[in-house]
């Protein structure tokens, strides 16, 4: 009986330790941490806004942002920040002024979940996309932001055929 407890045990060591180095999924950013974190490291920073009670919000951590390319991308790349949307109980400060999430998502003009804001490293918002969006989609838009092919006007559409730095003189 001790041998069979012991190879279990084992088994399941083995098992947890396998998991943990094979690409565990990372874990974002609290608002105040990311923040800092963004400014200290000059990173474009992604906020999802989410509720609890969102079904397409918990679709979307299931089908795009727990996907390792995704996840790779994304943490490489940017500073990552959940925040629930309505919660009243924290204030938080984004731009000189105070506010609750519930606050901070109207005033990014959030109507619906799950929603992903990009920001600069220096908290000045790029846009807001409502919406659940795929895996694939949300590569291209990451690279999009990533180029800052939005500080050269290149609508996402032109970049998704082409790419900002591959554009043919016209």
């Known amino acids: 009986m001790r041998k069979l407890i012991t190879i279990v045990l ?4 083995v098992l947890i330790l396998n998991q943990s180095l094979s690409g565990a999924e990372k874990s974002w950013y609290s608002y105040q941490e990311g923040m800092k974190l963004a400014k200290k490291e000059q990173k474009h ?18 089908k795009t942002f ?3 390319e995704v996840q790779e991308f994304l943490f490489d790349h940017f500073i990552p920040i959940k925040l629930n949307a309505e919660s009243t109980t ?5 731009q000189g002024q105070k506010f609750t999430p519930r606050e901070l998502a109207s005033a ?33 838009l990451l690279q999009y932001m990533n180029k800052e092919c939005y500080k050269s006007q290149t609508p996402f559409e032109e970049f998704l055929e082409k790419d900002c730095d591959n554009r043919s003189s016209e």
């Open 90 to 94: 924290e204030t938080i400060e984004f």
């Open 10 to 13: 084992l088994g399941l060591t």
């Open 45 to 62: 920073i992604i906020i999802d806004f989410y509720a609890d009670w969102c079904s397409w919000c918990k679709v979307m951590d299931r």
């Open 108 to 140: 990014f003009r959030i109507t619906g979940f799950p929603s992903v804001a990009f920001l600069t490293s220096s908290s000045e918002i790029i846009t807001v996309v409502p919406g659940f969006i795929k895996k694939d989609m949300f590569m291209n």
């Open 66 to 68: 727990s996907d390792p």
